[in-house]
Every structure is written in structure tokens, then in C-alpha cells.
């Protein structure tokens, strides 16, 4: 039994079981620019659950994008702050909480795609999600959700999660790139590459 269950419904309604829903603040350095006080063992659980509220949501979702799996996903999001929990002071001196959470979040997905060799569609509700922001028209939607699966199904794995990180958390290539590791030419080629096959897919909506 995991202590922490995440569910995600379509547009972007990610809840995680015994906490409020996820809010989408501004980049900071530090959460909401404050840190626990050093060596306050109390404030150092208080402010990680914070962390926890903030970010476990679109950590999760950045999980099941890679890993195309609900369970894989709730394990790779679990086992970051299972990391967390065991060094939390080691954590606290961490200068960009947000960069260092997706960078982890990766690993651990990645982690366990080595570790299985099934493949499988993205996840329909994040389709849903890119197809809201896109393409808001209601009546297409159906046909939209279908056109971007079979889209990003064409895509690599590494071209997948630079089209999430831009369109869905709206990161920039330069904080993109520090969380895969990659330059930022490669990322911007990389969302170039998927991004346009989005277009063509959606033309083909709009032209039915």
C-alpha cells in the first residue's frame, strides 16, 4: 500500500489523496521564498510537506508522461521524496527547489523504464490536457484528444517530455534543458520536432 495516491483527471484537475489541490505558483528559488529555519526539525517537516503540496502533482504528471503508467508513475513520484524524507536537511540547502524536484522526478521514471521493456500509448489525460490548451474548442475535443495521441505516439520519449514540460508546466527551454540534461539547442529542436507535428495533427481536425 502506498502512503500517497495520486490521481489526475482531464484538464489538468491533478489531485493527490489527503492534500488540496496543486497550485501553480511563480518560479522561486526557495519555496514561496522561505526556508526553514536550520536545525528545527519541525519547520524542516512542515516546510516539506509544503514542497510536497506544491509540486507532487505535476511531478506525477511529468512521471506518467515518461512512463505512460499510472503505477509507474506514483512510484517514481514516491520514491523522490521518500529520498527527501530520509536527507531532509540536505534537501533545505537545495538553491532551486522546482528545477531539482522535476530533475529527480526524471531519474526515477527513467529508472524504471529500464526496468521494464512494455510500451505503452500516453496516457489519455494528458492528451486531454494538451488538447484544453491547443485546441478549447468543446465540440472537437473528442476528435483532438485522438489526433494528439496519435501524434505524440510518433514522437521519442525525449522529444514526449520537452512538448509536456513547455506546453503543460510552462517551463523555459533554458529550465527544460537543466532538467534533461541537454542542451538548449537540442530542447528547442526537440520541442520544434513535436510541436509541429501537433500543428499538422490539428489541421487535419479543423479541416474534417
Not at 54 to 78: G, N, P
Not at 109 to 115: C, T, V
Not at 152 to 157: F, G, H
Not at 180 to 202: F, H, Q, S
Request: aromatic share 8%.
Amino acid at each position: 500500500m502506498r502512503p500517497e495516491q495520486y490521481t489526475i483527471t482531464s484538464s489538468s484537475n491533478v489531485h493527490v489523496s489527503g492534500g488540496r489541490k496543486e497550485e501553480m505558483y511563480a518560479h522561486t528559488t526557495y519555496l514561496n521564498g522561505v526556508r526553514p529555519v536550520p536545525g528545527t526539525h519541525e519547520a524542516i517537516e512542515i516546510w516539506l510537506r509544503s514542497v510536497h503540496d506544491q509540486y507532487a502533482a505535476s511531478l506525477y504528471r511529468y512521471a506518467l508522461a515518461l512512463t505512460c503508467s499510472v503505477e509507474d508513475a506514483q512510484d517514481a513520484v514516491q520514491e523522490v521524496f521518500a529520498r527527501i524524507s530520509r536527507q531532509p536537511k540536505r534537501f533545505t540547502e537545495v538553491r532551486n527547489v522546482r528545477a531539482y524536484l522535476f530533475a529527480a522526478t526524471r531519474n526515477s521514471a527513467y529508472s524504471i523504464l529500464r526496468g521494464r521493456k512494455r510500451t505503452e500509448a500516453l496516457h489519455e489525460v494528458i492528451c486531454a490536457d494538451i488538447a484544453a490548451i491547443c485546441a478549447p474548442d468543446k465540440r472537437q475535443m473528442s476528435a483532438t484528444i485522438i489526433v494528439i495521441r496519435e501524434a505524440i505516439a510518433q514522437l521519442s520519449i525525449e522529444q514526449r517530455e520537452v512538448l509536456v514540460l513547455k506546453i503543460l508546466d510552462q517551463m523555459t527551454f533554458k529550465e527544460i534543458a537543466q532538467t534533461v540534461r541537454a542542451p538548449m539547442n537540442t530542447v528547442a529542436g526537440r520541442y520544434r520536432y513535436g510541436i509541429e507535428k501537433l500543428r499538422k495533427a490539428l489541421d487535419t481536425v479543423d479541416n474534417r
